[in-house]
């Protein structure tokens, strides 16, 4: 009965053109028995080691395996059936990446244990399992089989048939060889508009939009291959965030060189494409932590390269093509499409909207979406103005659908590599290890914060950064703000500062004596200075992921831990001056004089090695009387910010002068450099160095005279 079922099912999936979600539970060698009968064209088993995926291969032959963590190495490919083994567990984002892999008239297949021992999660299993197994019971197209309980647990079954694919409309001036190419008519507006860019001088950017599966990489591949034929291009770069995500540009590139009967030789490791190249042309991948760029630079996949490299691509690359995910799970592509203006020049936007491997409307693809909240997007139906009355609330079961998308569709505004693996850490550790207030106007979320507590969570990721700067705090209990988020149009208003002093209240009952959060994005330590934290690491190189500094802040919630972290404090004011001008020199010095400014007060005398020398002295002061440059008594003047900053009496200087004596001063950047960054003369500069380290001096006399 269960075999003839799930051979019926997978005949009206085929023949209805959409895909379908399968759902094989039991003991793995019936269950791979069974499976092995399917008729399927390259079928794919997803796994993780242990004794299921050993009794799977004895079983599947001519299958076709992959660790699960190497999946992002085969995404582009399709199958008519792709198959996930959850017996050891699973993760979201392995669900997200295998699904795309399956075509229009195929399936996902979950495998597990009988169903109510199946935990289809990491290692929980009243969290994000017990969620999956109720979505899993809505979705349009399903069949859920219990084979040791010889049972239909769930089936649905939409029988209607997708429309009719529109016709492929070729544009001019596009050759028929490319034409016979190009799978929507989207693309040959991307493509066209590649060109475009290409040939207009006031053009410098293009950005490719869309959802996963609608062809992006390949319109980049084929743009890239029909600027070649016109021998628009010659040395090209490639950037994306591995070498695994741009095969599917390549592999266009490549079929469209050869459809246009054009000679090329392509490179790789294994069978992996670094690079092709001709007669009068070179297209290469390049690593985002390379600094080598081309006149033409392509970005695939840029949401996922983050802000900060996007910035530097766009300031030494002439010409950019770049592609871009809005609804993912290799980073949103939403913040990119809303900040397009700021980060690249002139850009050109064409969005691809119809899916290549499936019809329009798959119901995989709808409950995927909506399971993971991969689509969810900010509410806005709060009223602009700011609520002048709000409660914070903590939430502690997220087992409202509708309360859920709300508070996650907040939550996604606060990073861009937003993944479903996040989700699934949130509905693992609510409860548990993670804590979520809300700040409610009326029923409503208007600001969010998810709160690790690290004393009961697995990854302590503030934690090991204190042990290492103090072993005095080691067992105290800390809180890390994981993340925090406002409203789109009610930010910049207090309700952050609200929703954290919040937290902060209502850990101090819990007893926690520290707060604090991580985070690579500069723009927003300001928000935390103000709220009283302080920064105590910025790392020394750029995170691998991100292409930016690693960032912690910490407050005390207490005053017996006060001590110790003010002297962490003063460690950090310390690393940024005395290492402004070697591992700190590419950061922005705006954000050091903001940091040395805000940082919260050290009420500690200061130690020796902070002193002046009576040559120091004299230097200064020969400086101050106008009878030396500045760089005759940068040493000195040195010291003076570092005293100043301890004894918070940089808060006195406006932006200008303090920018000055970052960037000159402390990263030693030369002065035609720091000049020009605040908008004035050399001799203009000098003359700000001279009254704000007069200012300084006078401020701190007492000290200087020590």
Not at 23 to 28: A, F, H, I, R, T
Not at 82 to 99: C, K, P
Not at 122 to 147: T, W
Not at 582 to 597: F, K
């Amino acid at each position: 009965m269960i075999v003839e079922e799930i051979d019926e099912f997978y005949k009206a999936i085929a023949s209805s053109g959409y895909r379908g979600l399968l759902v094989v539970l039991g003991e793995p060698r019936k269950v791979y028995g069974l499976l092995s009968t399917l008729q399927a064209r390259k079928p794919l088993l997803v796994f993780w080691p242990g004794r299921s995926v050993d009794i799977a291969r004895s079983i599947l032959e001519n299958w076709d395996f992959v660790f699960a963590e190497h999946i992002v190495e085969r995404l582009g490919e399709e199958h008519d059936v792709v198959v996930i083994d959850t017996y050891e567990g699973l993760r979201a984002s392995i669900l997200a990446a295998a699904s795309e892999m399956v075509v229009g008239g195929g399936l996902l297949v979950l495998t597990g244990p009988t169903w109510d021992k199946w935990c289809p999660s990491i290692s929980v299993c009243d969290g994000f399992a017990s969620y999956l197994k109720k979505r899993l019971c809505e979705a349009k197209n399903h069949l859920i089989v219990d084979l040791d309980e010889q049972k239909i647990i769930s089936k649905h079954i939409m029988l209607q048939r997708p429309s009719r694919k529109p016709r492929v409309k070729c544009l001019k001036p596009l050759p028929t060889w490319l034409c016979k190419l190009i799978a929507t008519t989207e693309q040959a507006r991307a493509v066209q508009a590649a060109l475009e860019v290409l040939e207009e001088p006031r053009s410098s950017s293009l950005v490719i939009l869309g959802d996963r599966g609608r062809g992006k990489s390949a319109a980049l591949g084929l743009a890239l291959a029909y600027l070649i034929v016109r021998k628009k291009i010659g040395d090209v770069t490639v950037v994306a965030p591995s070498i695994y995500s741009v095969q599917n540009l390549f592999t266009h590139l490549v079929r469209g060189l050869k459809v246009a009967r054009i000679q090329y030789k392509a490179w790789g490791p294994g069978r992996l494409y670094e690079g092709v190249k001709g007669g009068w042309f070179k297209v290469h991948y390049e690593p985002p932590s390379q600094q080598y760029l081309s006149a033409l630079t392509v970005v695939d996949e840029a949401a996922a390269l983050g802000p900060a490299r996007l910035r530097r691509i766009a300031m030494r690359a002439r010409k950019i093509l770049a592609a871009t995910t809005i609804h993912g799970y290799e980073g949103s592509g939403r913040w990119l499409a809303h900040k397009l203006n700021d980060i690249l020049p002139s850009p050109l936007i064409v969005e691809l909207k119809t899916p290549i491997r499936y019809p329009e409307g798959d119901p995989l693809e709808e409950w995927l979406y909506s399971t993971l909240l991969l689509d969810v997007e900010p509410p806005e139906d709060i009223d602009i103005a700011t609520p002048s009355t709000t409660s914070c609330i903590e939430v502690e079961r997220l087992d409202d659908l509708q309360l859920l998308r709300r508070i996650y569709s907040i939550l996604v505004q606060a990073h861009y590599r937003n993944s479903p693996d996040d989700l699934q850490l949130l509905l693992d550790g609510i409860g548990k290890w993670i804590k979520i207030y809300i700040l409610a106007f009326g029923e409503k979320p208007v600001a969010v914060t998810e709160v690790s507590l690290e004393d009961k969570a697995e990854k302590r990721v503030l934690t090991d950064i204190l042990d290492r700067l103090s072993p005095n705090l080691k067992g105290e209990k800390l809180a890390r703000i994981v993340r925090i988020a406002v409203l789109e149009q009610l930010q910049r208003r207090g309700l952050g500062s609200r929703l954290l002093k919040c937290v902060e209240e209502n850990l101090m009952v819990n007893g926690y004596k520290l707060i604090g959060a991580t985070f690579s994005n500069l723009d927003v330590v300001g928000f935390w200075l103000k709220n009283g934290y302080g920064v105590i690491h910025v790392s020394a190189r750029y995170n691998r992921f991100t292409g930016e500094k690693n960032i912690a802040v910490l407050k005390p919630l207490t005053q017996d831990v006060r001590q110790n972290i003010d002297k962490i404090y003063m460690d950090m004011i310390a690393r940024l001056i005395y290492g402004g001008a070697s591992v700190y020199r590419d950061l922005p010095a705006e954000r050091i004089a903001e940091i040395l400014a805000k940082q919260p007060c050290v009420q500690e005398d200061v130690e020796a090695p902070w002193q002046l020398t009576t040559y120091q002295r004299l230097r200064l002061e020969r400086f101050l009387e106008g009878k030396d440059y500045p760089e005759y008594a940068i040493d000195a003047i040195l010291i003076l910010i570092a005293l100043a900053a301890i004894k918070c009496k940089l808060k006195m200087l406006n932006m200008n002068q303090l920018t000055a004596l970052a960037s000159f001063v402390i990263q030693g950047k030369p002065a035609w450099e720091v000049a020009r960054l605040i908008g004035v003369s050399e001799e203009q500069l000098a003359e700000i160095l001279r009254e704000t380290v007069e200012k300084l001096a006078s401020e701190l006399i007492r000290d200087l005279e020590r």
